[in-house]
């Protein structure tokens, strides 16, 4: 049964971590964000123009991960004291 709680924990915070996470690294990519005005020479042009990959949603993903992990383990390590 200690199994299970602990799964639901970290479960349960890594879902909310992630998508905190995730949010956050939305606005700061959109904060950051510059546009390509070389690409805006041809005002007719009907091609859309995207940013470039990021690293970021996947460190954001593993740091998410990382505190589920550590915030179940500490929520069952001050429970057994």
Known sequence: MEILKKS?????????LYI???VLTGLLQTALYTPDLSSMNNIVSQEAVFGEISIIPF????????LAYLLSKRVFTTNKK
């Open 8 to 16: 639901i924990v970290f479960i349960g915070s890594f879902v909310l």
């Open 20 to 22: 905190v996470f995730e």
């Open 59 to 66: 460190l954001a993903s593993l740091f998410a991960a990382t």
